[in-house]
């Protein structure tokens, strides 16, 4: 009877070493998303989405939580990595579009690792205009 409690003591170390070895194989995989930030003159939207970039995970925009100017891509970008962390995502991809003249996106990015969120690849996904240099009109277009 000794015997086979032993073994069944055993079995189950044998068990558990399985178990924490399976546990921390599967902590150290990080789930990523994509990040996409546009900073225009008056506001910065951050968009967070899947890695295929269709469903949206979280999407703000610095005046749903301040309204001074110099705060707001900041601390859009912090409440964008406090979603992603209760989601479950740890690391991001991020995709800069500079539309605008706002300076936005840098305070954005530079939120990330102050959160402790990892980052992937930056890219930089600008539209780039291929038919012409500049469209007739003038900066502020055609007035009637």
Known sequence: M???V??????????????????HKFAKVRMSSVF???????????????????????????GMRVKADKDE????????????????????????????PGSGAQAALCALPRSEVK?????????IPTDTTRRKGGRRGRRL
Request: charged share 20%; aromatic share 4%; hydrophobic share 45%.
């Open 73 to 100: 891509a900041m601390l859009a970008a912090q409440d964008v990595t406090e979603r992603c962390k209760q989601v479950g995502i740890t690391a991001l991809h991020v995709k800069l579009c500079a539309m605008g």
């Open 36 to 62: 996409r930030t546009s900073s225009l003159l008056s506001t910065t939207l951050v968009h967070v989405a899947g890695l295929s970039g269709r469903e949206t995970i979280v999407k703000i925009t610095g």
């Open 6 to 23: 032993w073994k069944w003591i055993l079995w189950l170390k044998r068990k558990n070493k399985l178990l924490l070895h399976l546990a």
């Open 119 to 127: 980052i992937g690849r930056i890219e930089d996904v600008t539209p």
């Open 2 to 4: 000794a015997i086979s």
